[in-house]
T-cell receptor
């Protein structure tokens, strides 16, 4: 089945710093790719998505580009805020198994 | 108006007890899911129903039994609770199965087994 791999470990950075969270995937066919965000005490919510190669998803200052050649969908934000502190999950469609496949998530902590 | 609502939000119980978590969605979606999130935030799918039909049944102890009385509801019953069942359980729904649609999650039900 399809799967995603996220970089290990939490990410701690200062306000206004540049954020990158790496995500690579393994898939057959042409999956859709997603980033979900989980704020403290809440459920996951969709942050952005891309459905085909070279598509760029964007929302709330976050961006990710579907790179088929490197099988990646890295999440970036140019200037983070304290309110961006959350857990970020990369995911892709896994049609063969009828589900979204989620990565392990990355805790992001932004300090003032 | 909450889209995916689950109750209870918190549940503390003793080992060996039986408990249920309820989920309802008012989005008109056809597919509903149960996920388990452990203390490291790892998210694992447990079950999925499409129009009341079970379509995903992961390797989950048979102490866990989902029930979908209609496509707007998916409940989770857990028998003989164990310490390792402590986790946050999330209900979610989507317009269709297959993984190409957005999932809408509830706020989670934190289960603590003592």
């Amino acid at each position: 089945g399809n799967s995603v791999t996220q970089m290990e470990g939490p990410v701690t950075l200062s306000e206004e710093a540049f954020l990158t969270i790496n995500c690579t995937y393994t898939a057959t066919g042409y999956p859709s790719l997603f980033w979900y965000v989980q704020y403290p005490g809440e459920g996951l919510q969709l942050l952005l998505k891309a459905t085909k190669a070279d598509d760029k998803g964007s929302n709330k200052g976050f961006e990710a580009t579907y790179r088929k050649e490197t099988t990646s969908f890295h999440l970036e934000k140019g200037s983070v805020q304290v309110s961006d502190s959350a857990v970020y999950f990369c995911a892709l469609s896994d049609y063969g198994n009828n589900r979204l496949a989620f990565g392990k998530g990355n805790q992001v902590v932004v300090i003032p | 108006d909450t889209a995916v609502s689950q109750t209870p939000k918190y549940l503390v119980t003793q080992m060996g007890n039986d408990k249920s978590i309820k989920c309802e969605q008012n989005l008109g979606h056809d597919t509903m899911y149960w996920y388990k999130q452990d203390s490291k935030k790892f998210l694992k799918i447990m079950f999925s129903y499409n129009n009341k039909e079970l379509i995903i049944n992961e390797t989950v102890p048979n102490r866990f039994s989902p029930k979908s009385p209609d496509k707007a509801h998916l409940n989770l019953h857990i028998n003989s609770l164990e310490l390792g069942d402590s986790a946050v359980y999330f209900c979610a729904s989507s317009h269709r199965s297959g993984g190409d649609g957005e999932l809408f999650f509830g706020e989670g039900s934190r289960l603590t087994v003592l």
